[in-house]
């Protein structure tokens, strides 16, 4: 089975640096997705590890270790459109993507 | 980035009747779709993989027989939700990808299922 966890909630201040964490057990790994979702909409593609190390996008960034099955999500200067859930997701040996539980942040002015 | 489009954006239908969802690839060969089913503040649940030209393959505990998944081309996969029940109310998901191991998965909108 696979398994990917997520905290559920986290609340930041605008400006302010948060760090998602993702931790995962699965039967094959081909990479990890993050996406970002708004309540009703589909989620929109973040950023993407394969190797281990930090991949830096803008305000985003992400980093993957896979000895220790462990990725974070990063995102730097908050803005309140930042408020949204995020979606830890592992692509497995057959090109599923499996999703995390989801992380619903909150910015706060 | 490529676009997948979902059709339709919700649905509202009778209980014991189906109701059919479409995803298609606008600009890509998807040779891989995937189903997906979203609860209320839930996280998305993979329901089924399906590869061009062959039979869908379902997740534990999602009944084949229930959820009829068609994906008779490189641009179109249908899933089609029969004798629907209150309980089948959900978000449902599309994503493509052009089969390309380690490739980015693009998502159709979304279909908001209510059955009634």
């Known amino acids: 089975g696979q398994n990917i966890d997520q905290p559920t909630e986290m609340t930041a201040t605008e400006g302010a640096i948060v760090q998602i964490n993702c931790t995962y057990q699965?039967?094959?790994?081909?990479?990890l997705f993050w996406y970002q979702q708004h309540a009703g909409e589909a989620p929109t593609f973040l950023s993407y590890?394969?190797?281990?190390g930090l991949e830096e996008k803008g305000r985003f960034s992400s980093f993957l270790s896979r000895s220790k099955g462990y990725s974070y999500l990063l995102l730097k200067e908050l803005q309140m459109k930042d408020s949204a859930s995020y979606l830890c997701?592992?692509?497995?040996?057959?090109?599923?993507?499996?999703f995390g539980t989801g992380t619903r942040l909150t910015v706060i002015p | 980035g490529a676009v997948v489009s979902q059709h339709p954006s919700w649905v509202i239908c009778k209980s014991g009747t189906s109701v059919k969802i479409e995803c298609r690839s606008l600009?890509?060969?998807?040779?891989?779709m995937f189903w997906y089913r979203q609860f209320p503040k839930q996280s998305l649940m993979l329901m089924a993989t399906?590869?061009?030209?062959?039979?869908?393959?379902?997740e534990q505990g999602v009944e084949k027989d229930k959820f009829l998944i068609n994906h008779a081309s490189l641009t179109l996969s249908t899933l089609t939700v029969t004798s629907a029940h209150p309980e089948d109310s959900s978000f449902y998901i599309c994503?493509?990808?052009?089969?390309?191991?380690?490739?980015?998965?693009?998502f159709g909108q979304g279909t908001r299922l209510t059955v009634v």
């Open positions: 590890n394969v190797l281990d």
């Open positions: 994503s493509a990808t052009g089969g390309r191991p380690n490739t980015e998965a693009f």
């Open positions: 997701a592992v692509q497995t040996g057959a090109n599923n993507l499996f």
């Open positions: 600009d890509f060969q998807a040779t891989t």
């Open positions: 399906s590869n061009e030209g062959s039979k869908a393959t379902y």
């Open positions: 699965t039967s094959g790994f081909n990479g």
